[in-house]
Nanobody, 123 residues
């Protein structure tokens, strides 16, 4: 069974940093676009960032641009999200996802999803 497993979430003070990881198993994602989404309580899941299969293209939501950095290591079948200057409004469950077909912000285009990791930013 294909799995994406996120890790690295936790509780951090505003202004702090966290690095999320998403490791894939049972299938190589080296040819897929990989993305991070997040969902806060009572809100819809929202796009955070996406990286192309060869890491040459990245895209960020305006709310995280300049603070978050997405990267990947295809040899390790892993994608990362470095989050700096965290704000309380970044508090959410963060999900990674894989899209074999398109480089997109649309969650409906992603075929594989992780179970999520909680990020809580205190003020």
């Amino acid at each position: 069974q294909v799995q994406l497993v996120e890790s690295g979430g936790g509780l951090v003070q505003a202004g702090g940093s966290l690095r999320l990881s998403c490791a894939a198993s049972e299938r190589t994602f080296s040819n897929d676009a990989m993305a991070w989404f997040r969902q806060a309580p009572g809100k819809e899941r929202e796009f955070v960032s996406v990286i192309s299969w060869n890491a040459k293209s990245t895209y960020y939501a305006d709310s995280v641009k300049g603070r978050f950095t997405i990267s990947r290591d295809n040899a390790k079948n892993t994608v990362y999200l470095q989050m700096n200057s965290l704000k309380p409004e970044d508090t959410a469950v963060y999900y990674c996802a894989a899209s074999p077909l398109v480089f997109t912000r649309k969650p409906s285009e992603y075929s594989y999803w992780g179970q999520g990791t909680q990020v809580t930013v205190s003020s």
